[in-house]
């Protein structure tokens, strides 16, 4: 199949490139001319295991192309698949002006029969309004679908090529089998349904997964206090095929570009239509203030944090990925600085997009993790990238001012910890955080 993939974000570079990769002809469209010619010589702008290698085999294979123009994509495909943002606006709801601007284009250069897919992630009658924009604009027929994705960073290209399921939402049965045919290679979980409870499936997954992560951060709180361990609950929990044993981390929150924007679209469509969704405001509040237990712990080991100097590991949202949209770390490092804390800062890919949103000269970049740690008062673990759980935590203490550690992803096991000099705190765990006789923090005022 012809496939005109519009607009080469997350979403739509990784749907195009996999797309090429099972055989269909793929042309990715953008409006940034550098961003185009920086595709076209190999380069890719995000950060995606795997993602490199597919890209340069299928353009080399004449299967994946490039362009800023639309009007010839859209001429020269039988299948357009729209992919660009729909940010937050200050309210929470989905901002659909690039929606909007796409669909008035693709209505502009028409010349015949088109299926136009919104793999965007949109509020529930978007694509109808899509179909209104575009047949303002022309005669020509064309079918709208809806096919939200459900990437995860750090593993979207498996994702896409070994999806869980793949959702169709239609409303012209002709759709049904090309559609099928485009993704059977894919899965044979195949979801055909009507448009609108396409549009909110995608809503209603994300909002559940984030359900499930504050629900066991919750529960972690409360370990913490009752002296349970929160990840042999989540053990126990999880073998429950009910309940299953995904998003049951604890941990300090999510972040990133889909759990919060989505939650909070989904609280403005219920309240669009005079509902209030109570249990999803919560889990919004819970996972703000989730973030906020590393600084408590911080407090709570070394007193004042007002000129102490603090270690951060990790600052994308996740492993595997250089995304910092709404990272715990922003949050985090923001109050740090706040509160008087010097910061040593490092990640192994992030560190220049976490710039672009916090560049305070309170903070110094560190170029491996042990620089972050070296001479700090305590060490915060954010993010957990794999690198850190394989470092020496008898030689990173020798290299800190006070052996204090946050792990706020529940990197270290039990036997780590007991052989470490560390005094440690994790989540959920409380018969880890070893401030004892033994192991004590010397507090020393500034």
């Known amino acids: 199949m012809k496939i005109a993939v519009i607009g080469t974000g997350y979403v739509g570079l990784v749907s195009g490139v996999c797309f090429s990769e099972i055989g269909n002809h793929v042309v990715c469209v953008d409006n940034d001319p550098s961003k185009v010619?920086?595709?076209r010589n190999g380069e890719i702008p995000i950060y995606e295991p795997g993602l490199q290698e597919l890209l340069n085999n299928n353009v080399y294979r004449g299967k994946l192309s490039f362009t800023t123009d639309i009007g010839q994509a859209v001429r020269d495909s039988e299948l357009i698949i729209i992919a660009v943002g729909t940010p937050s606006m200050p309210n929470g709801e989905a901002n659909l002006s690039y929606i909007e601007q796409v669909a008035i284009e693709i209505g502009t250069v028409m010349d015949g029969y088109k299926i136009v897919v919104?793999?965007?992630?949109?509020?529930?009658?978007?694509?109808?309004?899509?179909?209104?924009?575009?047949?303002?604009?022309?005669?020509?027929?064309?079918?709208?679908?809806?096919?939200?994705?459900?990437?995860?960073?750090?593993?979207?290209?498996?994702?896409?090529?070994?999806?869980?399921?793949?959702?169709?939402?239609?409303?012209?049965?002709?759709?049904?089998?090309?559609?099928?045919?485009?993704?059977?290679?894919?899965?044979?979980?195949?979801?055909?349904?009507?448009?609108?409870?396409?549009e909110m499936i995608k809503y209603a997954s994300n909002a559940f997964l984030a359900t499930k992560i504050s629900f066991i951060n919750e529960i972690a709180n409360i370990c913490e206090k009752v002296g349970a361990d929160v990840t042999k609950v989540a053990e126990g929990m999880g073998y429950d095929k009910r309940i299953g044993n995904t998003f049951l981390q604890a941990g300090i929150g999510y972040g990133g570009s889909c759990f919060p924007k989505d939650t909070e679209a989904l609280i403005q469509i219920a309240g669009n239509v005079d509902y209030e969704f109570k249990l999803l405001k919560s889990v919004v509040e819970v996972n703000k203030d989730q973030r906020f237990n590393v600084i408590h712990k911080l407090e709570d080991a070394l007193g004042t944090l007002n000129g102490r100097r603090i270690g951060v590991w990790g600052l994308a949202f996740k492993p595997n990925t250089d995304d910092v949209r709404d990272a715990p770390a922003i949050d985090i490092i923001n109050t740090l600085i706040q509160k008087g804390a010097l910061v040593q800062a490092y990640d192994p890919i992030a560190i220049d997009n976490f710039r672009l949103v916090l560049n305070a000269p309170e903070i110094e970049w560190s170029k491996s993790?042990?620089?972050?740690?070296?001479?700090?008062?305590?060490?915060?673990?954010?993010?957990?990238?794999?690198?850190?759980?394989?470092?020496?935590?008898?030689?990173?203490?020798?290299?800190?001012?006070?052996?204090?550690?946050?792990?706020?992803?529940?990197?270290?096991?039990?036997?780590?910890?007991?052989?470490?000099?560390?005094?440690?705190?994790?989540?959920?765990?409380?018969?880890?955080?070893?401030?004892d006789d033994d192991k004590h923090v010397t507090v020393v005022l500034h």
């Open 118 to 198: 919104t793999k965007s992630t949109v509020p529930v009658g978007t694509n109808y309004k899509v179909k209104q924009w575009i047949s303002e604009l022309t005669d020509h027929p064309f079918d709208i679908v809806s096919i939200p994705e459900f990437l995860r960073e750090g593993t979207a290209v498996k994702d896409t090529l070994f999806p869980d399921r793949v959702v169709i939402g239609i409303d012209n049965p002709r759709v049904r089998e090309p559609l099928i045919e485009l993704h059977k290679s894919l899965t044979d979980h195949i979801v055909i349904t009507d448009i609108r409870s396409s």
């Open 369 to 435: 993790a042990m620089e972050a740690a070296g001479g700090c008062d305590a060490i915060c673990l954010l993010t957990e990238w794999s690198e850190f759980a394989e470092i020496n935590l008898t030689d990173l203490a020798s290299i800190m001012k006070q052996p204090v550690m946050i792990d706020g992803r529940n990197v270290y096991g039990p036997k780590e910890i007991e052989s470490s000099p560390f005094v440690y705190y994790s989540v959920g765990r409380p018969n880890l955080n070893t401030i």
């Open 37 to 39: 010619e920086m595709l």
